[in-house]
């Protein structure tokens, strides 16, 4: 079992198999620990990070803002050393590390699926499962409730990954709500239609 859990769709936390969900003291230190290990196969430079999270403040400035958030999240964490590799100039978050993320694992599940060509896809139970599975980790959009009033680039990156996710949500309740209609479960066929719609109201209220 991993040692940490990120739950990223939806309302966001980092749970520890034994300690429980971790408090991180500020938003900037959650966010920037999700911005890395939603990144982890990037090495993040330094002053990189410093124009995402604090592109308003002097170099200085920011430059003691990002040592001040790291030390919150090696709090938080208990060692980072475990999770993060840093040097005097970049910040990676190890792609070899014990952990699980909700967002990778729906991704994963939707490539699987993707790769395995379907005559009928009724017919495939293990897509069947594996897509019920995807269904059941999306909560909502990525980072839901850790918008930055103060980060623009930040949220811009935060957007675009909700979209990106958010289609593949999209195409993957419109493929749920195919299978049971075939199948003639039309109360399942009536839930995904639901979570559907409830997920288009919600991407044209975030393009007005």
């Known amino acids: 079992m991993s040692s940490l859990r990120f739950h990223f769709l939806g309302s966001s936390r980092i749970v520890h198999e034994e ?21 982890s196969k ?3 430079a330094r002053d990189a990070l410093m124009g995402l999270f ?7 400035d920011a430059q003691n803002n990002l040592r001040v958030t790291l030390a919150r999240i090696n ?21 070899d590390a014990n952990v699980w993320m909700d967002v990778l694992a729906f991704e994963d599940i939707i490539s699987d699926y993707q790769a395995h060509s379907h005559e009928d896809i009724t017919v495939c139970s293990d897509c069947h499962e594996k897509l019920v599975k995807a269904a059941e980790l999306y909560q909502g959009d990525v980072l839901a409730d850790l918008y930055l009033s103060d980060s623009e680039v930040f949220n811009e990156w935060q957007l675009t990954q ?4 958010r289609l593949k949500a999209s195409s993957l ?12 479960d039309y109360e399942q066929a009536e839930h995904y239609a639901r979570q559907l719609i409830e997920l288009e109201f919600f991407h044209e209220a975030a393009q007005r």
Do not use: C, N
Request: no cysteine.
């Open 173 to 184: 309740f419109s493929d749920l709500l195919s299978i049971y209609e075939q199948k003639q």
């Open 162 to 165: 909700q979209e990106r996710i």
């Open 54 to 60: 604090w592109s308003e403040m002097s170099h200085k």
């Open 75 to 95: 709090k938080g964490l208990g060692d980072a050393s475990s999770y993060l590799v840093t040097s005097k100039h970049s910040i990676q978050f190890r792609p």
């Open 19 to 39: 300690r429980g969900a971790l408090p991180f003291k500020g938003r900037k230190a959650l966010a920037l620990l999700s911005y890395v290990a939603v990144e």
């Open 42 to 44: 990037k090495v993040h």
